[in-house]
C-alpha cells in the first residue's frame, strides 16, 4: 500500500540549515509537496515538485527529489524562529483511484 | 476569495454521543477531504468527497461518515463517541480530483474536539 514516512523530529539552531526527508512507497506519485503547519493553524502549501523534476529552488527552499530511491527532502536555508513548525511532505498518485497522501509530520524547532 | 471554513471551531461531548463537523470549500472546489490530526498518529486521511461520491477512505471504523451536498459542502459524522476520538479534524478543499495535474489543498482551521 501507500505509505509516506518522515523523521518526527529536527532541531536546529537559528541561522543554520535544515533539511527534512521524505519517503514514499509509490511510484506512480505525479507530484510531492511540503506543506507547512503551524500552531493553532491548518496545513499550507509551500512548495511542490513534479515527479519528473530532480530539484525545485524557491527563494530559501530547495526541494531535491531522488526518483529512484524514493526520498524527497525539503531544504530551508537560514532557518529563522519564524520557521518552527510541522512540515509534512505529501504525494499526488494515480495508482488505481487518484489519492492524495500525506506523511507523518515532522516538528522542526529553530532555537535562537 | 473566502478560504475554507468549518464549524464549529471548538467542540466539547461526552462519550457515546455523535457529533456533526461542518466543512465549507473555498467556492468552486469540488473535492473536499477530511483529515484527522492527533500528536500520536499525526495526519490520518478520512475520506473524500468529490461532486457528492465519496472517491476514497481510509482506515476508519464505520462510526465515521461523511457527506457531500450539491453546493459542495461536506460534512463529517462520528457516532458513539470514544475518548480516542479527540483530536483536529480538518478539512481541505481542492479544485478537482485528479492526478495529472498540480493540485494544491486547501485547509480550514480544523474543529478541535474533546471527548470526554
Known amino acids: 500500500g501507500e505509505d509516506v514516512e518522515q523523521s518526527l523530529f529536527l532541531s536546529v539552531r537559528e541561522g543554520d540549515s535544515s533539511v527534512i526527508n521524505c519517503t514514499y512507497t509509490d511510484s506512480s506519485s505525479t507530484y510531492l509537496y511540503w506543506y507547512k503547519q503551524e500552531p493553532g493553524a491548518g496545513l499550507q502549501l509551500l512548495t511542490y515538485i513534479f515527479s519528473n523534476m530532480d530539484m525545485k529552488q524557491d527563494q530559501r527552499l530547495t526541494v531535491l527529489l531522488n526518483k529512484k530511491d524514493k526520498h524527497l527532502s525539503l531544504r530551508i536555508a537560514d532557518t529563522q524562529t519564524g520557521d518552527s513548525a510541522i512540515y509534512f511532505c505529501?504525494?499526488?498518485?494515480?495508482?488505481?483511484?487518484?489519492?492524495?497522501?500525506f506523511g507523518t509530520g515532522t516538528r522542526l524547532k529553530v532555537l535562537a | 476569495k473566502a478560504g475554507v471554513t468549518q464549524t464549529p471551531r471548538y467542540l466539547i461531548k461526552t462519550r457515546g454521543q455523535q457529533v456533526t463537523l461542518s466543512c465549507s470549500p473555498i467556492?468552486?472546489?469540488?473535492?473536499v477531504s477530511w483529515y484527522q490530526q492527533t500528536p500520536g498518529q499525526g495526519l490520518q486521511f478520512l475520506f473524500e468527497?468529490?461532486?457528492?461520491?465519496?472517491?476514497n477512505k481510509g482506515n476508519f471504523p464505520g462510526r465515521f461518515s461523511g457527506r457531500q451536498f450539491s453546493n459542495s459542502r461536506s460534512e463529517m459524522n462520528v457516532s458513539t463517541l470514544e475518548l480516542g476520538d479527540s483530536a483536529l479534524y480538518l478539512c481541505a478543499s481542492s479544485l478537482e480530483s485528479s492526478g495529472g495535474t498540480y493540485n494544491e489543498q486547501f485547509f480550514g482551521p480544523g474543529t478541535r474536539l474533546t471527548v470526554l
Open positions: 467556492s468552486g472546489h469540488r473535492s
Open positions: 468527497y468529490f461532486s457528492e461520491t465519496q472517491r
Open positions: 505529501a504525494e499526488s498518485t494515480t495508482s488505481g483511484t487518484y489519492k492524495y497522501i
